[in-house]
């Protein structure tokens, strides 16, 4: 049943003008009006220990990935080759004879440095084996796979590890593809995983295969339960934008962009840098449309047609490369800078009011590795929250889920605290106050979707989404008592209820 009063302990509504109310109202999905005091009439929902901000809004993630991923192999908690093997035997006695074994998310930094090679997936025999590191830009193949490959023509290093164009273009043709009805269960249980944790909005980065034969038939028939901002994958030109135009967009569903990569990741050694890495030699590379000289035009045939560009930049050379054809070619600052993970402190000037794109949980993973990949020299480069809100540009976070937690939370607690997984305090000059980071889920993310008016705020005439907390999560300890979720609500329903509630007459 639709919401219509709402109390709370307190509601922040992210708009200025009005930022605390005690009550709101609902209308059709909509705020109608908030208040300081309770109706006198009409149902009403008390939450009034909980703390309500808009619904949380993830501005880069992977919707129908992370879906999947929920039911593959994680390798994330593997600290030891032997738990490595373990996993992937363990997994591999559970599937049927010659399914193909999908892993994700093992980092070599859990177990100090050293790269798997294909032995380490030889308990699967003959079974067709494939493991992504946690980026999702290299990824480890058994000898099944190499054999397949190389019957094809195809060449595989030794090592079993192929990287970025390699890994995606000469490895993913060959992968089974997930059904159709796999995948929409994925959508759905993607919907439910990020209502669990406040998210009620999200940029998803999907191919426009998935945003026909699924994102629209889980809206349509109702699965789809957070709304989606969608940015399409497919790079390769004449884009198409016939395609794109053709899915009627609505309040839950629409395509707002096109994506490119300019670089790889900083965990890969493959992020685009000015200067070499320090410890392994080498400068990453540049890829796509930053490689080939046709960023800027590119860009242009996307904001022509109506739409957002969207770029993977994480080295400092990669997102000068973005900056220099935004610079030419969208003076509107419509061009969303994906990551922007090292940024050259000269270049900050020519950012204000230009979107920056962030993930705050990719500081929790990086950091540690920064400064032997950096040297000391380039920590001024690295997760600049700061130095990007001083510039005036607009912070929109998310997570790029499933390479790492779609928690906004934990995201928010990188951002305030500078605490990487290391245990270790990282970059403290560049934290965030509660209400930056909040900030940055929310109304930043917003205009980042391109959305500003209904989504991210609590004010009459926007989505009625928003997310209950058990704390004040303007004045916790985010370094101990990390706020959680008691519910979120979307469009005036209620999505998802961590305690049971009052409804008082």
């Known amino acids: 049943m639709p919401l219509r009063h709402v109390t709370a302990a307190r509601i922040w509504t992210s708009d200025s003008s009005a930022p605390w109310a005690k009550c709101m109202t609902i209308q059709n999905g909509r705020i109608d009006a908030l208040d300081h005091e309770a109706p006198t009439a009409g149902e009403t929902l008390c939450l009034d220990g909980a703390w309500i901000l808009p619904g949380l809004i993830d501005s880069h993630l992977h919707l129908l990935m992370g879906g999947l991923s929920l039911s593959r192999l994680d390798l994330s908690g593997a600290r030891s080759r032997s738990e490595f093997e373990q996993l992937v035997e363990a997994r591999a006695a559970t599937l049927p004879q010659g399914q193909w074994l999908q892993a994700w998310g093992w980092d070599e930094l859990h177990w100090g440095g050293e790269k798997p090679t294909l032995d380490w997936l030889r308990t699967c025999g003959t079974r067709p084996a494939i493991a992504w590191r946690c980026d999702q830009h290299c990824v480890l193949v058994n000898h099944a796979v190499v054999a397949l490959l190389q019957t094809r023509g195809e060449l595989v290093p030794p090592t079993g590890l192929l990287f970025e164009q390699v890994a995606w273009n000469?490895?993913?043709p060959h992968?089974?593809?997930?059904?159709?009805?796999?995948?929409?269960?994925?959508?759905?249980?993607a919907c439910a995983h990020l209502l669990s944790v406040g998210v009620t909005s999200a940029g998803a980065?999907?191919?426009?295969d998935d945003i026909e034969n699924v994102l629209v038939p889980c809206r349509?028939?109702?699965s789809l339960t957070v709304r989606i901002r969608a940015t399409a994958l497919d790079r390769e030109r004449p884009l198409p934008f016939s395609r794109a135009g053709a899915i009627c967009g609505d309040d839950t569903l629409r395509v707002i962009g096109f994506k490119s990569f300019a670089d790889g990741t900083l965990g890969s050694s493959t992020a685009s840098m000015l200067e070499n890495y320090c410890d392994s030699g080498g400068s990453g590379a540049l890829l796509e449309h930053a490689l080939d000289g046709t960023l800027t035009p590119w860009m242009r045939e996307i904001l022509a047609a109506g739409y957002s560009p969207s770029v993977h930049a994480i080295g400092d050379r990669a997102l000068a490369e973005?900056?220099?054809?935004?610079?030419?070619?969208?003076?509107?600052?419509?061009?969303?800078?994906?990551?922007?993970?090292t940024i050259h402190p000269e270049t900050l000037v020519h950012y204000r009011d230009r979107i920056i794109s962030m993930q705050p949980f990719h500081k929790a993973t990086d950091a540690p590795l920064a400064r032997t990949r950096l040297g000391a020299h380039r920590q001024n480069r690295f997760f600049q929250f700061r130095e990007f809100l001083r510039s005036g540009a607009c912070l929109a976070f998310g997570s790029d889920w499933p390479i790492v937690t779609a928690d906004p939370l934990e995201g928010m607690r990188i951002a305030i605290t500078g605490c990487a997984l290391d245990g270790k305090i990282h970059g403290a000059d560049q934290n965030l106050t509660p209400g930056e980071a909040i900030t940055a889920y929310t109304t930043g993310a917003a205009?980042?979707?391109?959305?500003?008016?209904?989504?991210?705020?609590?004010?009459?005439?926007?989505?009625?989404?928003?997310?209950?907390?058990?704390?004040?999560?303007?004045?916790?300890d985010w370094m101990n008592e990390v706020p959680q979720v008691v519910m979120t609500v979307v469009g005036g329903e209620i999505r998802h209820d961590a305690r049971a509630h009052e409804i008082r007459p």
């Open 170 to 172: 000469t490895l993913g």
């Open 220 to 222: 349509d028939g109702g």
């Open 447 to 476: 205009k980042c979707l391109g959305d500003s008016r209904s989504m991210g705020r609590l004010s009459p005439g926007s989505f009625a989404d928003f997310v209950a907390l058990d704390r004040d999560p303007f004045a916790c």
């Open 322 to 341: 973005v900056l220099r054809a935004a610079l030419e070619c969208d003076p509107e600052k419509l061009t969303r800078f994906e990551h922007a993970q």
């Open 175 to 189: 992968i089974p593809k997930t059904s159709l009805a796999l995948r929409k269960q994925a959508c759905a249980e």
């Open 205 to 208: 980065m999907e191919y426009l």
